[in-house]
C-alpha cells in the first residue's frame, strides 16, 4: 500500500511537543509544528515553516532524529515524505509581511540606491568646479579636461565589467565598484590641492568604479527580474540616477556655503559604506544562490526569465555580427552626447548664460532630473502595459526611443528662441523628461536581444556612450571658447536626429542570440 496514503495530517499543534523529548543533537527550531500519522504510529516534530523545501530537505536529512516511535518504519516514513507536498501559501502564511515582500523587488531598490549614490557622486563635481575653478584659476578649456577625465576610467570598464558579471556574477562586481568609486570620491579634495594631474588621475579612477555598474546591474536584473517586469524595473533603477542628480546638484550648494567645497566630497564618498554593509547582507546574483527566496517567488521567476547558466565564452564574432548590435551601440553614442552634456556643463549654462548663482544653479538644475525620475518610471509602466496588451517588443522599444530622441531634439531648439530664464529651465526640463523615455528603449533593449550576455552588450553599447561623453564634454569646452551656446546645443541636435534613423531602421526587440 502507497506510504502517502497513510499521511494522516500536517497542523500546527503546539501542545503536543510536551509529549515528546527532543533530541540533544537536534535543536527544535522556533517555526512550525507538524504531526504525522503513520499505520499504527504518530510522529511530531518541528520545523522552520520558511518554504517546503527546507521542510523536505529537513525530513530527509534528519529523519532518524524525530520524535516518534517508529525507527522500524523509517526507510518507508522518508519514501513517503519524499512524496508529500506541503501547500506552500500555508507555509508562508507564517512568514511576517516584510519578508513576504518580493525579494527580486528588494534586489531592484538595493541597485536603484547604487545608482543614486553613483550619480551624486558624479554631479557633485558639476557645482563644486565653480569655487574650484576660481581658487584654482582654472580656464574653461581645463574644466573641461577635468569633467571629461571621469570619462576616460568610465571607458575602461565598460568591457571589462560586462565580461566580469556576466562571468563571475553582478554582485561582486556591482559591491567593487561602489567601494571604489566612494575612496575616490572621498580623495578628490585631496589631489585637487596637490596638483591638476593628480586630480585627473583620482577622476579617472571614480571613472573605473562607476564604469562597471551599469553591465553588473543589467546582469543581475537579466536573472532576477521577469521579462514582464523588465521595462519597469530598469525605469526604476535608472531614476535612481536622475534622483542622485536630484539630491547632489540640490545638497552641494549649501555643503559648499557651509562647510568649503571639499566637503561635497568627503559627505557624499562616505554614504558607500552604509550601502555596501546592506548589499552583502542581502544580494544574490541569481535568485538560485538565495537560500530565503519563498518558493512561490523563485517559481515565478524561474518559469519567466532567462536561462542561469553562466558564461563560459563570449561569442564577440557572433555578437559584432547582428545589426541590431550595432544599432544600440549607434544609438547609445548619439544618446550620450546631448545627455552627459547636460550633466556636466547645466549648472555653467545657468550661471554664465542665465545668470544664476551658485545656489540657483544647483537647485534649478534639481527640476529636469526631478522630470526624468518622473518620466521614466512613467515611461516603463506604458512600455509593459503595451507589452503585456499584445504590441510587440520591437514595436514598444522603437516607439519608446523615438521618444527618447526626438523630445530632447525638439526642445534644445527652442532655447535660442526663448527670452527669460524660467523658460530656459523649463525647455529643459522637458528635454530631460523626454529623454528619460530611453529607458525604455535603447537601455531595455539588451535584456531583449542577448539575455545571456546582457552585461557584455551593454558593456559595448555603453563603451560607445562614454566615447560621447569624453569627446562631448570635451568639445564643450571648446565649442565655448570659440563659439556659443547654441553651438553646443546644434550638435546634439544633429546626433540625435541621426540616432533616431538608425534605431528604427535596424534595432529589434526579439532574441538574436541565446
Not at 501559501?89 to 509581511?97: F, I, N, Q, R, S
Not at 521577469?226 to 535608472?238: D, F, H, N, T
Not at 553562466?310 to 546631448?338: E, T, Y
Not at 526631478?370 to 496588451?389: P, R
Amino acid at each position: 500500500m502507497n506510504a502517502r496514503a497513510y499521511l494522516f495530517s500536517f497542523s500546527p499543534d503546539f501542545h503536543a511537543l510536551h509529549s515528546h523529548k527532543a533530541s540533544s543533537d537536534f535543536p527544535l527550531p522556533k517555526k512550525r509544528l507538524f504531526r504525522f500519522r503513520f499505520q499504527d504510529r504518530t510522529c511530531v516534530f518541528r520545523v522552520s515553516g520558511r518554504n517546503a523545501g527546507e521542510f523536505k530537505g529537513l525530513a530527509r536529512r534528519e529523519i532518524g532524529k524525530v520524535f516518534a516511535e517508529v525507527k522500524s518504519e523509517q526507510v518507508k516514513f522518508r519514501e513517503a515524505l519524499d512524496d508529500v507536498v506541503l501547500g506552500e501559501e500555508d507555509l508562508e502564511g507564517d512568514v511576517p509581511w516584510w519578508e513576504q515582500f518580493p525579494k527580486r523587488w528588494v534586489i531592484v531598490i538595493l541597485c536603484f540606491s547604487a545608482f543614486l549614490l553613483c550619480n551624486m557622486d558624479r554631479v557633485n563635481m558639476s557645482i563644486a568646479i565653480l569655487p574650484m575653478s576660481a581658487e584654482f584659476n582654472w580656464s574653461p578649456t581645463t574644466v573641461g579636461l577635468i569633467q571629461s577625465s571621469f570619462f576616460w576610467g568610465y571607458l575602461l570598464t565598460q568591457i571589462a565589467g560586462g565580461i566580469w558579471a556576466d562571468t563571475v556574477g553582478g554582485k561582486l562586481v556591482l559591491g567593487f565598484g561602489v567601494v571604489w568609486w566612494s575612496i575616490a570620491t572621498i580623495l578628490t579634495p585631496i589631489a585637487a590641492k596637490i596638483g591638476l594631474p593628480f586630480l585627473l588621475v583620482v577622476r579617472a579612477f571614480m571613472g573605473i568604479g562607476e564604469g562597471v555598474a551599469m553591465p553588473a546591474m543589467n546582469n543581475i536584473l537579466s536573472k532576477w527580474v521577469p521579462v514582464a517586469e523588465r521595462s519597469r524595473s530598469l525605469a526604476l533603477v535608472y531614476s535612481g540616477m536622475y534622483l542622485g542628480s536630484v539630491t547632489g546638484l540640490a545638497f552641494s550648494p549649501f555643503l559648499i556655503h557651509s562647510f568649503g567645497w571639499p566637503s561635497v566630497f568627503y559627505s557624499f564618498g562616505s554614504l558607500g559604506t552604509v550601502w555596501l554593509a546592506t548589499w552583502l547582507s542581502k544580494a544574490y546574483s541569481s535568485p538560485l544562490e538565495d537560500p530565503e527566496l519563498l518558493p512561490k517567488e523563485k517559481k515565478l521567476i524561474v518559469s519567466n526569465s532567462v536561462s542561469k547558466e553562466p558564461v563560459k565564452k563570449i561569442p564577440w564574432r557572433l555578437i559584432l555580427s547582428k545589426p541590431p548590435v550595432w544599432a544600440l551601440i549607434g544609438s547609445h553614442f548619439c544618446h550620450n552626447w546631448g545627455t552627459f552634456i547636460l550633466l556636466t556643463w547645466m549648472p555653467t549654462y545657468y550661471n554664465q548664460v542665465l545668470k544664476f548663482n551658485l545656489t540657483e544653479s544647483g537647485l534649478l538644475c534639481v527640476l529636469p532630473w526631478l522630470t526624468m525620475a518622473f518620466s521614466a518610471n512613467l515611461g516603463g509602466w506604458i512600455a509593459d502595459t503595451l507589452v503585456s496588451k499584445g504590441l510587440s517588443v520591437t514595436t514598444v522599444r522603437k516607439i519608446m526611443q523615438t521618444i527618447g530622441f526626438l523630445g530632447p531634439a525638439f526642445f534644445l531648439t527652442q532655447l535660442s528662441h526663448v527670452n527669460s530664464p524660467a523658460m530656459a529651465v523649463l525647455c529643459m526640463a522637458c528635454s530631460q523628461g523626454t529623454d528619460a523615455f530611453s529607458q525604455s528603449g535603447l537601455y531595455s533593449n539588451h535584456q531583449d536581444i542577448a539575455p545571456r550576455y546582457s552585461g557584455v552588450l551593454l558593456g559595448l553599447s555603453n563603451t560607445a556612450g562614454v566615447l560621447a561623453g569624453v569627446l562631448g564634454t570635451g568639445a564643450t569646452g571648446y565649442i565655448l571658447q570659440h563659439g556659443s551656446w547654441d553651438d553646443v546645443f546644434k550638435v546634439s541636435v544633429g546626433l540625435y536626429l541621426v540616432g533616431t534613423v538608425i534605431w528604427n531602421l535596424f534595432s529589434t526587440g526579439e532574441k538574436i542570440l541565446d
